[in-house]
């Protein structure tokens, strides 16, 4: 169990197992020196967000099965590098982003205000 903590300042949340996401493949937004991406943000991906990331050279809908990545799909939870989080912001394509699951170091990057406007409390 993780003891970080997420960007309202509680326990961290696991983001999803499946699929299973993290720089650590623990299902948690966790990150540590080795986590030069910074994979903080747990998001919810929506068509467009993936279009998005497709075109701006980062294709999230391809599986890599050398990373144990399966490849996105719309409505799946993933921990997100936070710089293409904020990227997806700033271009008005960010994703839904579930706060008890994105990790607090994330409000180096944005603001809680940021993420709230974009908040999706649906963790189940």
Not at 41 to 69: H, Q, Y
């Amino acid at each position: 169990m993780s003891t970080a903590k997420n960007v309202l300042g509680t326990p961290l949340e696991p983001c999803s197992h499946d699929p299973l996401t993290g720089f650590y493949r623990n299902g948690c937004c966790d990150t540590g020196r080795e986590d030069v991406g910074l994979h903080l943000v747990c998001i919810k991906a929506t068509a467009d967000f993936l279009e998005f990331s497709a075109r701006a050279g980062n294709d999230l809908s391809t599986p890599v099965p050398a990373f144990d990545f399966p490849g996105l799909q719309p409505g799946d939870r993933w921990c997100l590098c936070v710089e293409r989080w904020k990227e997806a912001f700033e271009a008005g394509m960010a994703p839904q982003v579930l706060l008890r699951a994105t990790h607090i170091s994330t409000l180096e990057f944005v603001t809680l205000e940021e993420l709230q406007d974009y908040a999706d409390d649906g963790l189940d």
